[in-house]
């Protein structure tokens, strides 16, 4: 679990493609002796297991299935992405629970001045418009985002200068991809009602 509070911005130092997935390699500041083998690290938004690290780095395998549900298999050496270790019993909750499983790509369609915040503007595919709530929680590419002014498939989230600062969002631009995880909440109560459709139409 995670709470989409970004903890450092890592550089991909490399990445390389096979049918099978991908291996990564990222340059972060993050404490590396406090990294673990096997532990689970969030990659603009994707749950990743650490395979190797080394001095200031740390190397991940990418499945097959995360780069087809995922902006990562557009990364190159050079490309920025939001780092965060997972939650401990001890950790505050400052952002919301976030599960590192990405729904879905969305893109940015526009980024507006706000006085000193930015206003952007996202889209999603259709089926994940229906989990966004008006002051409702989003992940966007790790980062733990409120939702407003929703229209359809598309919905704003402001950003403030320290978010633009210490996270990816500072580098977008209109067209480009990024990773949605909707909020799990909402998941489970469209899961469980379903089940209850189900049962109350079998005994009708």
Same mark, same amino acid.
């Given at each position: 679990?995670?709470?989409?509070? @970004?903890?450092?911005?890592? #550089?991909?130092?490399?990445?390389?493609?096979?049918?099978?997935?991908?291996?990564? #390699?990222?340059?972060?500041?993050?404490?590396?002796?406090?990294?673990?083998?096997? /532990?689970? @690290?969030?990659?603009?938004?994707?749950?990743? &297991?650490?395979?190797?690290?080394?001095? =200031? &780095?740390?190397?991940? /395998?990418?499945?097959?299935?995360?780069?087809?549900? #995922?902006?990562?298999?557009?990364?190159?050496?050079? *490309?920025?992405? *939001?780092?965060?270790?997972?939650?401990?019993?001890?950790?505050?909750?400052?952002?919301? +629970? !976030?599960?590192?499983?990405? /729904?879905?790509? =969305?893109?940015?369609?526009? +980024?507006?001045?706000?006085?000193?915040?930015?206003?952007?503007? %996202?889209?999603?595919?259709? *089926?994940?418009?229906?989990?966004?709530?008006?002051?409702?929680?989003?992940? @966007? /590419?790790?980062?733990?985002?409120?939702? %407003?002014?929703?229209? =359809?498939?598309? %919905?704003?989230?402001?950003?403030?200068?320290? &978010?633009?600062?210490?996270?990816?969002?500072? %580098?977008?631009?209109?067209?480009?991809? !990024? *990773?949605?995880?909707?909020?799990?909440?909402?998941?489970?109560?469209?899961? +469980?009602?379903?089940?209850?459709? &189900? @049962?109350?139409?079998? !005994?009708?």
């Amino acid at each position: 679990m995670f709470s989409g509070i @970004i903890e450092d911005l890592g #550089t991909v130092a490399d990445i390389r493609q096979s049918a099978e997935g991908a291996v990564l #390699t990222l340059r972060t500041g993050l404490p590396i002796a406090k990294i673990k083998i096997g /532990d689970s @690290i969030a990659v603009s938004g994707a749950c990743l &297991t650490v395979i190797a690290k080394g001095r =200031g &780095t740390v190397k991940m /395998d990418v499945s097959a299935e995360t780069l087809r549900r #995922t902006s990562l298999g557009d990364l190159k050496a050079g *490309n920025r992405v *939001n780092l965060e270790r997972c939650l401990t019993l001890n950790t505050l909750l400052n952002g919301h +629970i !976030v599960a590192g499983h990405v /729904d879905s790509v =969305g893109r940015v369609v526009s +980024i507006k001045p706000e006085g000193d915040s930015k206003l952007y503007t %996202f889209e999603v595919p259709a *089926n994940e418009a229906r989990y966004l709530v008006e002051k409702g929680s989003v992940a @966007i /590419d790790g980062i733990s985002l409120t939702v %407003f002014s929703i229209r =359809g498939r598309r %919905f704003s989230c402001a950003l403030i200068p320290h &978010t633009l600062k210490v996270t990816t969002m500072g %580098f977008r631009k209109p067209g480009d991809k !990024v *990773n949605i995880e909707s909020d799990m909440m909402a998941k489970y109560v469209e899961r +469980i009602l379903s089940g209850r459709g &189900t @049962i109350a139409a079998a !005994v009708s």
